[in-house]
């Protein structure tokens, strides 16, 4: 339930969020504004302060001038009022009324100057701390609660002025507002004492301040939005020319090397475009010599491809007639003569596979694909590889061929991959078994070759597949290989949308496997047989340490960063794919999966070389290596396959 409430709350953030982490101009102008904010809020405080407090300090002094002027004209009443004693009939009662007159006249006469700007309250001295109702004398309609009850206390007990804050109540019903009080205790006229004290109202400071924060808050907001309009100005002619930049390099990598970025005045933003379209004029023009030195080259091997068929027809004719006569020559120029017919044989296969190769490189292969049973062509190219097992003293295994194995593809093609890996397996399976596994499950099928030799060398995997490339250039062969075949099956698994890809371990054999769909432009999603074998000497150890409940240590183990997906089942659901595939799925109208996108084994793409790999295809090793991979393996004339 929370989970459903977060994404709930989340689902509407996502498009801010995201146009938070694209627009760079947006968290500039943001950044900005709230950094103006916060300064002006702090020059905003600072200033309030100060002001507040010239303007406390100016009506304190005033008040306290005041009042001082007011307390001394009060003892200078009571003084010249001091020594008449009251008449012969005068009683208590009537002395008591004339000192009561005698402080209204006094309040009076003290707040007549003050014309609404302060009130003055006489109070007796015994009633501090309790109810000021007996004796109390106020001006301007002032509540005797206006005064704090410790201001009170402190003046009875002391001799000089005491002054405090406070809010000034009225009798009237008129609004209570902030005032000043200042007191001081005095004797009347008959030398008793009492309390004198002067309200100042702070009603014009209160004005002053609400007028200066007005006049910060609309200059700040003014301010604030200024520096965002002006940093949004300043931003837009930086990001301008990046985004710019930036769409013509997105173009750029898309093939369209003619773009160039419109480059205006003589700033650091225009040197800037100038170096980008010189770096974009120079790629172009290396591109172009580079495609138009491939193109040359691929049309040299095709034209002497063709052109070495002619000679080639006729000195095989006449190898065939030396052949044949064989048995008339001596023993050194018979041997001489099967010698120059398995050259010729050899010879033969390597034009044909240069031809294919030119063909993939130009994009002129073809594909014909109908629906065939795998098993047929497996069993095809079983029979035509036993004479070379038994003669390598091993026997050729298949498992899971019970059931059809329907996929839409090329006969002609799948079998040529096929035959590459069950003789590629025979030649380095040093006289052990190889077994063939089939497997079929959702959309995809897959063929498995598994031989026990040599095996692969870690990081091996992810060059086997490069043109005449070979493991052990030491190593002598017995099928005359060119070369070019594992090169060639690449491009078949390719052109079918399929996956080729090896695994191997060192003394612990290899596998290699093929995966296609089951229908046609259909992509793949998985295998339905692992890449690693159940009986890799990593899965054994696994294996082991579960039988015994302890930890087992690998002492070897396939390609390096090689996950095992599942286990291997010849008629199983389907598997995880590939972690790195060494064919990554063709483009067609529906998304495709990404092999490297998958789990289940480590073998990286082998990218083409004649054009990079469609976006998310794994290809993950950069063009100049795979040319220079290339160059360095075109010397040798053997490759770990036909």
Known sequence: ???????????????????????????????????SLGVVLLLGFVVMGQVRNGLLDAKERAAQSQAAGGFSAAQDEASAATGSAPADGDTPGTTSRSLLNWRSDLVVQLASGGAG??????????????????????????????????????????????????????ADGQRSEAGLVIGKRLNDVEGNTYELYYLFPLTQEAASLALVKTTITTAGLFVVVLLGAIAWLVVRQVVTPVRMAAGVAERLSAGRLQERMKVTGEDDIARLGEAFNKMAQNLQHKIQQLEDLSRMQRRFVSDVSHELRTPLTTVRMAADVIYEARSDFDPVTARSAELLGDQLDRFESLLADLLEISRFDAGAAALEAEPIDLRDVVHRVIDGARPLAEHKGGHIRVVGDEQPVIAEADARRVERVLRNLVVNAVEHGEGRDVV??????????????????????????????????????????????????????????????????????????????????????????????????????????????DHTGGPARHTSTGVPGQTQSGSSTATGRVLPGPARSAVPPRQSRSATADPTALPGNGTRVVAREHAAGPPGSGDDTPPDQHHQGQDQTKRKDTTRGR
Not at 467 to 485: E, H, I, S, V, Y
Not at 487 to 509: F, K, N, T, V, Y
Request: hydrophobic share 40%; no cysteine; charged share 20%.
């Open 117 to 170: 700007a302060f009130d003055v309250v006489a109070l007796s001295s015994d009633s501090a701390g309790t109810a000021p109702s007996r004796g109390a004398r106020a001006s301007g309609g002032v509540k005797v609660e206006s005064i704090p009850v410790a201001l009170r206390e402190a003046v009875a007990q002391g001799t000089g002025t005491f002054q405090t804050y406070t809010r000034i109540q009225y």
């Open 436 to 545: 063939v596994r089939l497997a079929s499950a959702g959309g995809a099928v897959a063929v498995a070759v598994r031989d026990y030799g040599v095996g692969l060398k870690p990081g091996e995997a992810t060059r086997v597949f490069n043109r005449f490339w070979r493991a052990d250039p030491a190593r002598a062969r017995t099928t005359g290989g060119t070369g070019l075949g594992l090169s060639i099956a690449l491009e078949d698994a390719r052109l079918h949308g399929g996956w080729l890809q090896a695994w191997g371990e060192p003394g612990g054999g290899s596998q290699f496997r093929l995966t296609l769909p089951r229908t046609a432009d259909e992509p793949l999603r998985g295998s339905p047989i692992p890449l690693e074998p159940e009986d890799s000497r990593r899965n054994r150890q696994h294996t082991a340490a």
């Open 1 to 35: 339930m929370l989970r459903l409430l977060a994404r709930w709350i989340r689902r509407p953030l996502l498009p801010a969020v995201r146009l938070w982490r694209r627009n760079i101009q947006l968290r500039v102008v943001v950044a900005t504004l709230l950094m």
